[in-house]
Structure formats: C-alpha cells, structure tokens
C-alpha cells in the first residue's frame, strides 16, 4: 500500500529566532512554497520552534523532506 505524503510538511526543531520569511527560503530550493508558517505563543507572540511549510506538489514536499530530514539545526541566532 502506497502512502500520500500530501503538500504540507511539519518542521520541528527551528531556532526561535527563525523568522517566516527564513523558513519560506530554507525550503524554496525544492519547489514552490506556497505558504512558510511558524506556530506562536499566543502571550509572547514569541516562535514556538516548530510550523509547517505548503508545497505545490507532493513530489516537491517529498523531495524537501527527503533533503531536510534529519538537519541538526535549521537556523542558529541571526
């Protein structure tokens, strides 16, 4: 049985430093990044560390997933 990965990847493990607009670049080499989204905690408006990232495809999630599975650390303090 084949499994859907879908378009839409969970990133965990971000610095809380990393801003949208970096995640939307991190991700961009491997296809066309609909939407970079960061969860937030609702009292500091602060990164929780962790969001999604959409794809056009799922050849292109998968491709982005097969590349950044297993990266140690995304963004250090900028």
Do not use: C, W
């Amino acid at each position: 049985m084949a499994q859907r990965i879908g378009t839409r990847l969970f990133i965990s493990r971000l610095s809380f430093y990393t801003s949208e607009r970096h995640l939307r670049d991190l991700f961009s080499p491997y296809g066309m990044v609909k939407e970079a989204f960061l969860v937030k905690d609702p009292k500091t408006l602060r990164p929780k560390g962790f969001g999604f990232v959409s794809f056009d495809s799922e050849i292109e999630a998968e491709k982005a997933r097969k590349a950044m599975n297993g990266r140690v650390k995304l963004y250090d303090k900028l």
